[in-house]
């Protein structure tokens, strides 16, 4: 089959390589139709992360079901299928606690893992002709019939817009409160959908880039252009000083100031900042173990410099 490999930093072929095949019971083979390409899809092309060279990139996917194993009951040859970006078992302590993205049982040693990612297992991405999916029936969302019309839409499903909306979750988004979400890019403008969704009375999305923020526009939130540091400024300018009721990080370790460099700990320390004493900030941004192009010796580590003194009244 034909699939994606990442050979080393910003080289990435189209190669042929074996195809996926069933290896347990509980997997099925799904043939790809639609895969997205994430930002976190970028940082591992420009050597961000410790991602093995030869592995197969791409953990947004959807296609159709072509084989399942013996012990596979709820999922069909057939279906239509849609995959969470995170693999999860369905019966460790998390999963069954609803905690998929911390499965225990999919990446021995840690908690969480994903197709074609970085430190996340073993499991080859969906940038391919087909992809082995593990424990089918817990990982595939079976779509209804028609979905081949709306591909575009159904595909949202394995990562952006759930991400998104996690991230109002984590902040414990409640109806009538007031959301500020830095980052305007796909999950961020996910994350103010949601947030609208559920009833935010406002909605500020902060970025340094006016395309983006002409987007959020579009679907009703409020856009704050951060120029010279000032979004932390005029989110407390439009909520009265308080600073909003929760916050949503939808950037990561590769954020950069005003002037294109980056700052991995500026997001979280402006979040803080612009999220009211009590408050909650819910965080999807990627922040990986080791970031080896970093500038920052910190970062290099995984590690920020985070000004924790001032979350004391803030649930991350």
Same mark, same amino acid.
């Given at each position: 089959?034909?699939?994606?490999v ?19 019971s509980t997997?099925?083979? @799904? ?13 591992? #092309? ?6 093995? +060279? ?12 072509? $084989?399942?194993g =013996?012990?596979?009951?709820?999922? =069909? ?6 995959l ?5 078992? %369905? ?18 040693? =840690? +908690? %969480?893992?994903? #197709? ?6 073993? #499991? ?21 019939k ?22 109002? $979750?984590?902040? %414990? ?32 999305? &902060? ?6 923020? +002409?987007l959020?526009?579009k ?9 010279e540091?000032?979004g ?19 950037v ?6 005003? =002037?294109?460099? $980056? ?19 819910? &965080? @999807? ?29 803030? +649930?991350?």
């Amino acid at each position: 089959m034909k699939a994606l490999v990442y050979n080393g930093p910003r080289d990435v072929s189209v190669v042929d390589v074996p195809d996926a095949k069933l290896e347990k019971s509980t997997d099925a083979l @799904v043939r790809i139709t639609t895969t997205n390409i994430c930002g976190s899809d970028l940082h591992m #092309y420009e050597g961000r992360t410790d991602m093995q +060279a030869g592995r197969i990139l791409g953990h947004e996917n959807m296609g159709e079901v072509i $084989e399942v194993g =013996k012990a596979v009951d709820r999922v =069909k040859v057939g279906d239509r299928v849609c995959l969470p970006f995170n693999v999860g078992c %369905g019966f460790c302590a998390n999963c069954e606690r609803g905690l998929t993205g911390y499965c225990l049982t999919c990446n021995p040693g =840690k +908690a %969480g893992a994903a #197709y074609g990612f970085a430190g996340m297992g073993p #499991y080859e991405g969906g940038q391919a002709e087909y992809l082995r999916v593990p424990y089918a029936d817990f990982n595939c969302l079976v779509l209804p019939k028609g979905s081949e019309e709306k591909e575009n839409d159904y595909v949202m499903l394995s990562d952006v817009f759930p991400t998104g909306y996690h991230a109002t $979750e984590l902040a %414990g988004l409640m109806p009538g409160e007031t959301v500020v979400v830095y980052g305007a890019g796909p999950v961020g403008l996910m994350a103010a959908y949601s947030a609208m969704i559920k009833g935010a009375s406002k909605v500020m999305v &902060v970025d340094p880039h006016k395309d983006r923020l +002409a987007l959020a526009e579009k679907i009703g939130a409020i856009a704050i252009h951060d120029v010279e540091g000032s979004g932390v400024a005029q989110v407390l300018e439009l909520t009265k000083g308080a600073g909003a009721d929760r916050g949503c990080e939808c950037v990561g370790y590769q954020c950069c100031n005003n =002037k294109g460099h $980056e700052v991995p700990n500026q997001t979280m320390n402006n979040l803080v900042k612009a999220v009211k004493a009590t408050g909650g900030i819910g &965080v @999807v941004g990627v922040f990986i173990p080791k970031d080896p192009g970093a500038e920052d010796a910190l970062a290099k580590k995984g590690h920020l410099a985070f000004n924790f003194g001032t979350t004391a009244n803030c +649930a991350i």
